[in-house]
């Protein structure tokens, strides 16, 4: 009774090993199915086409990165001169004079030169509201951030082994719309600061 309980268990724990080969089997043949299908998803052109949308990614990387820093560089001195003025225009608004004959022409300078200076800094304000310096930079930086997010997943799956990738009809419908996005939504650059750009 004893031998047949044993025959059975010895039995049964080779159909349970003969069933666990075949899966392991089975499961390690559809990786290899699976990675020379992701292999064969990847080809030379495939390939060269992300190539060359991280090439006009950086291309466009590069122009904001310069345009941002020119603006912030603009906008910088303006602050910087419109704070120079208002310390000036506080300055002299706090000498005092007494109101008599000696001092008019004294005190019609100081209140000239206060007025003048006080217009300037009007003046200065409303150009930089009206160039939208604070809007462009804003833009530029979030442009840029979301940029080098999806340059680095780009070159992350180029750097990285072909059966290591995922399939490229996966891959392309993942990246495909945001690679046009952003070639469409670069922050609106005259053509002027473009060249100059450029140039620099």
Known sequence: NNLNMNVEKLFKKKIIDEEQNF???VEQN???????????????????????????????????????????????????????????????SLIQFDKDDNDADLVLG?????????????????????ENYVITISECEK?????????????????????????????LEKYKDKVIQFESSMPLISPYDWKSTLYL
Do not use: C, P
């Open 23 to 25: 899966l392991f089997d």
């Open 30 to 92: 559809q990786k290899r199915i699976h990675k020379k299908k992701v292999i064969d998803s990847w080809t030379n052109d495939k390939e060269n086409i992300v190539k060359e949308w991280i090439k006009n990614l950086e291309y466009y990387q590069v122009i904001s990165y310069f345009h941002l820093f020119q603006v912030k560089k603009v906008e910088g001195y303006w602050a910087w001169l419109l704070i120079v003025l208002s310390v000036i225009v506080s300055t002299i």
């Open 110 to 130: 100081i209140n000239l030169t206060v007025t003048i200076l006080s217009t300037f800094i009007t003046l200065i304000a409303s150009w930089m509201k009206k």
């Open 143 to 171: 442009y840029l951030q979301s940029l080098s997010i999806i340059i680095s997943e780009l070159n992350g799956q180029i750097r990285i082994l072909r059966e290591d990738r995922v399939e490229y009809s996966i891959f």
